[in-house]
């Protein structure tokens, strides 16, 4: 991890801390050979030419930057946390109701290629 990202985690606030730090340990446990690099000013996760972003928003975590149909079906079964951009948007409440799995799914369908 780069100074940019590591000065971009170290600012992430208290509350949402515990969450971001959630999804890092699982793309990183899915995919330890992905770089973490500053990209639109966020931690993008990057593997050969796939990129997962994962960023802050006042809630909790965004997560977005997997090619259509390529999210596992994630927002199919949680249709509640997608945007109309398709990003995810992930509050520590909701996190709290989904699996470890369910996010490494996620994580693998994104950056598998």
Known sequence: ???AVRDYVDAIAP???PLFDRIHRLVLEAHPDASVVL????PTYRVGRRRLFVG???HGVSIYGW????????TARRP??????GTI??????????SDDEFRDLVR???DG
Do not use: C, N
Request: hydrophobic share 35%.
């Open 1 to 3: 991890m780069d100074d």
């Open 15 to 17: 509350e949402h801390r």
């Open 39 to 42: 990209s639109y000013q966020m």
């Open 56 to 58: 802050l928003w006042k």
């Open 67 to 74: 090619e259509q149909g390529g999210d596992a079906d994630f």
């Open 80 to 85: 509640e946390l997608k945007t109309s951009t």
């Open 89 to 98: 948007q992930v509050r520590p409440d909701d996190a709290a109701g989904i």
């Open 109 to 111: 369908a994104a950056l």
